[in-house]
């Protein structure tokens, strides 16, 4: 495990993932907007901004991996939905229902399990 931490490709798949959780949040907050047409509608600065960190998420996902076993991968990545979670939480102010906070928790469980 320490030597997992101490490993920077295993920062920059987390810091992926955070950065998907954004990008998922961004286009949230677009689409709960009304817009004057569909092209605003599609070309506005949350749509776009969520689209571009996603595909930087991508190529940072690429170069994470040159470092990491191919298994640690997926691990990093569904911490997506606990972030996700929280900044919906904290942006869009939304509760966290019981079933969501359990998806929560066996997540980091199976974190946890696997880095045994």
Known sequence: MKE?????????????????????????????????????????????SGYVILLCTMFMNIIAYRGLDYKIGPILNSTTYIFVILLSLMILKEKIAKNKFMGIMLIILGLIVFNM
């Open 4 to 48: 997992l931490i101490s490993n920077p490709s295993f920062w920059i798949m987390l810091a992926s993932a955070f950065l998907a959780a954004l990008s998922q949040i961004l286009l949230k907050l677009s689409a709960n907007k009304k817009y004057k047409n569909k092209l605003y509608e599609i070309l506005n600065p949350l749509v776009l």
